[in-house]
């Protein structure tokens, strides 16, 4: 079986001409079911580039990238969009709307979803909150919520849908220690129930015993991939 991610020498560009610039440079890396990946490295290395491409928010260059069978290179707008929403997203400004409850945030990923009504998607949207600890919280605006909780409502809402693949990108820069551990040990609880595979972004050295490997990119290459803590220990 295909994996969820194959990259195959990756290389994309900033810029035209003489501005023209390799950001990211013959970057490979596949990745299996159920596996949490930390890519680390330095401002400006190309991480979060690379998460663009793989999330399907910017076009291809060079290489290919195979996310949940689908190939991004050539892909048109429209395969971009349908694969778009198989991922769950998260970053670090969480981007909950402001005007919209906690439970009306996590309902809003089930609505490009068919077959569940307005009743249906708001009760499953209630349950994934529950599951993040936040069942009290549900009918709060992300303005009402601490910053460890906004970051909840977001792991909720970017699993809430099963999504086939997470995309995570510094999800614990603005949280304190516990509260960043927290959130990440819960994404990656509920994603191994699943088998979901997780690629997480971060500069955050307290959440890297959350991985099954750790990914370090410089000046857009990876330089070391190596294998974290065992699975079993977590
Ligand atoms: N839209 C853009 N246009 C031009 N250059 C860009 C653009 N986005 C990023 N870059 C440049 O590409 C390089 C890689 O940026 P990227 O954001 O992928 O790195 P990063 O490793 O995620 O950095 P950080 O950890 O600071 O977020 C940087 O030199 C950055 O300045």
Redesign the pocket.
Known sequence: MDQPLELSNITFS??DGELRRA?LKDVSLSVAPGEIVILT??????????LTLIGALRGMQEGSCLVLGQEMRGASEAARVALRRRIGFIFQNHNLLGFLSARQNVAMSLELHGGMNDADRLKRAGEMLAAVGLAEHADKRPAQLSGGQRQRVAVARALVAEPGLVLAD?PTAALDRASGQEVVRLLSDLARRRGTPILL?T?DPRILDIADRIVA?EDGRIIDTSAASSPASH
């Open positions: 900033y810029g950001v490295g330095p401002s400006g290395s190309g991480k979060t580039t690379l510094e972004v500069h990119m």
